[in-house]
């Protein structure tokens, strides 16, 4: 039988944002080829992410799409079987400083009408839900018990599984080296194996965004992002949510960390100056900032012990949003690219949105989220709370 050559939409990137692209545009019933460069799916961002979902942001389209994220995530078991490990343990931004706790509660007008289930708590509520916080200067915090956690390998291979199922095609070792046009028009993509024909291409590639971008003659400003993370030996059971300090501290512009149900803490920071490119070593300079940002938060975990530290890169844009949609330049050239390290929560979301637009089926929200992060946007504003 000869190979199919033929699809509907090709994609670059098997991660946490073209897996799900490709399981819905197949539910859809549409010919998907997904075009991975390295061996499996979710082998490079995604198996790097902590597996935060939040809803929380200060950007409309953000909250609006990882809301859609989070009622497919926490109902994926119930649909479809499989254990992704979602968990509703919440999202709690902690406020020691007047200046952070001016802007939670600002944001809160926002988030509330996206039907957000988030409100803020004063300093004595926040320590009923997490009762080992560091109580000294604790002026309360924002909390959001909806949003959770999840596996985002598990995830990605559930997404996998089932894009597979209904019909997706998936090619690893595969890199995408050429995209042709026609007229304007996306006609082709080239591998190092062979070449395709499709109507739609859409980039998710990550932190390669910009390279599979150059191929198509459109410039993209994503840059990699150097970011680490870690992660503690299992303890008692203690507190659920994502804590969240976005105090800038010498060495990181903010902190947060959670329990996993396994009673391992795993923490993460926002290096500060940032470190661009495709930087994935570990360094010896992330645990002693990341240790006494936890300590303070927490000083009871000052004796635990860490297993190790992992160092991944986050796809940034200028203004901390991603770029999603059309392009103006070529028609057929789809972005899903420059999610600046949320990939995870906002793949799902994402995934639906591209989808319905391939497929003519946006709602308002939707079109309204594509206006806004469209690729040739002014860069005025900026993610609060990243």
Partial sequence: ????????????????????????????????????????VGQASNKHAIGGVRATHSDASKIYLCAESIKILSTWQE??????????????????????????????????SFGLNIGWLEAEEIRTIIPDIQAEGLLGGTFSPEDGSASPMKTNFAFYTQARAAGAEFHFNEPVIAVGTNRGRIQSVTTSLGRYTCKYFVNAAGSWAS???????????????????????????????????????????????????????????TPSPQILGNRCLDTSDFLPLASQRLIDLMPKLRNLRVRRTWRDTYPITPDGLPFLGTSEAVEGYLLAAGVCGQGYMLGPGVGRLLTHLVTGQLNSSEQECLRALRLDRSFTSAEKLK
């Fill in 79 to 112: 649909n479809f079987g499989d254990d992704i490990e979602w968990r509703a343990g919440g999202y709690c931004f902690v406020a020691y400083e007047q200046e952070v706790k001016n802007t939670l509660q600002d944001l809160l007008a926002c988030q509330k």
């Fill in 1 to 40: 039988m000869t190979p199919q050559s033929s699809y509907d939409v090709i994609i670059a990137g098997a991660g946490s944002i073209g897996t799900p692209t490709a399981f819905y545009l197949a539910q859809a019933g549409l010919r998907v080829l997904v075009l991975e460069a390295l061996p499996s």
């Fill in 211 to 269: 390279e599979i971008s150059a191929l198509v003659g459109v410039p993209l400003p994503v840059q990699p992002e150097a970011h680490e993370a870690g992660i503690t030996e299992p303890v008692s059971p203690m507190f659920s949510p994502m804590i969240v300090d976005i105090r800038p501290r010498e060495g990181s512009s903010n902190f947060y960390f959670y329990q996993h149900p396994t009673g391992k803490i795993i923490f993460c920071l």
